[in-house]
């Protein structure tokens, strides 16, 4: 069922393209991310573009699209992936939700719970990672290719207009502004907030005029968009979810490559996915100053405080692993590899402080 809606999303919102140029290079790769050149994904996109012309010898080239030149929402992006017209498109788990719904549980709360354990469980290999391809291939019917799962803002934390939040018991009745998607609504009511789907373009207005409260962004993104002279001042550095970003590429462009040249794709992925994990570590540093200069309060949950939260979204796992087809397998296979990690890290902090 679940195939044959893809199928559909993908075919409804197919780009007419275009055939490529003529190119001094054996293989031109359509690369496309919609943010601009300040975001940790054109970082990313430069990084492998660098690596991949470089270490084929000039035989791979990469056009980079930086906006909405080439599609302009998730569903878009991807039928463009899945007809060819687009060869490497970045998405969040978000704007993937339609088409690929399981890639959601990036989004679940308070499961991974800081940067060594996130990266080392999104390396590609990782039980969890293998798991998200399998199916991703699947749903596509083998036209969409997951290639690395990267970083996109840092860590998602709940920022307010009214006051600061310590606990889950300091959410109550906060309006907090979500996506339209049905995963983070049920975070916010599970935490006793008010769920407020608000596009994001229309978030700053609705924070001065009161018609949200709150938010679940990262430092970055509170910072590029000015929400601070919109009246957010408090911030919790409760790490509710690492933000993700899904990287794709059209699988009959990938596998037309001879094996030497896949390699250095997928070299050049690697790549990219450490540029997007360090990207985030700095520019929040600056972020972080210019917010509590202009009189933002920060506060960082006790371990204590941080169990709270964690226990009071426990009912939207139950709504996960119900709701959303193949969610309890791909649920099994990120706790799986978070356990594993956490455990090998254990280890590894134990001979690195003795």
């Not at 906060?174 to 983070?184: G, H, M, Q």
């Not at 540093?285 to 979204?313: L, M, N, R, S, W």
Request: one cysteine or more; hydrophobic letters at 45%.
């Amino acid at each position: 069922m679940l195939k044959r809606t893809v199928t559909s999303l993908l075919m409804a919102t197919m780009l007419v393209g275009a055939p490529l140029a003529a190119s001094a290079a054996d293989f031109a790769i359509r690369a496309t991310a919609n943010s601009n050149e300040n975001d940790e994904d054109y970082d990313g996109l430069v990084v492998f573009k660098n690596h991949v012309e470089q270490a084929s010898n000039g035989a791979i080239e990469v056009e980079l699209f930086i906006g909405t030149q080439l599609c302009s929402n998730g569903s878009e992006c991807l039928a463009g992936v899945a007809d060819g017209n687009i060869d490497v498109v970045i998405q969040t788990s978000g704007g993937t939700a339609n088409i690929f719904p399981f890639v959601q549980v990036l989004d679940l709360p308070y499961l991974m719970s800081d940067d060594r354990v996130a990266e080392a469980v999104l390396e590609n290999g990782s039980p969890f990672v293998a798991k998200l391809q399998e199916m991703v291939a699947e749903t596509s019917g083998g036209a969409v290719r997951l290639m690395t799962i990267g970083n996109t803002g840092g860590w998602r934390n709940f920022a307010n207009t009214q006051r600061r939040v310590q606990g889950p018991g300091d959410l109550a009745g906060l309006k907090i502004r979500t996506v339209v998607a049905d995963l983070p609504q049920e975070l916010v009511k599970a935490l006793g907030a008010a769920p407020t789907p608000i596009p994001w373009p229309e978030l700053f207005t609705s924070f001065q005029t009161g018609v949200v409260e709150g938010s679940k962004n990262g430092i970055t993104d509170i910072m590029s968009m000015k929400f601070p002279d919109a009246g957010l001042q408090y911030v919790t550095l409760d790490g509710h979810a690492y933000m993700g970003a899904l990287w794709f590429m059209n699988n009959e462009k990938f596998m037309s490559m001879p094996e030497n040249l896949r390699r250095v794709i997928v070299d050049g992925f690697y790549a990219l996915q450490q540029a997007t994990f360090a990207s985030p570590k700095r520019k929040s540093i600056q972020a972080y100053q210019d917010f509590v200069a202009g009189g933002g309060d920060i506060y960082v949950p006790t371990p204590e405080e941080k169990a709270a939260f964690k226990e009071a979204a426990q009912p939207v796992y139950d709504w996960f692993k119900a709701n959303v087809e193949g969610g309890e397998a791909v649920f099994d296979a990120l706790t799986a590899s978070v356990a594993d990690v956490e455990a090998e890290l254990a280890d590894r902090l134990a001979g690195d402080l003795n």
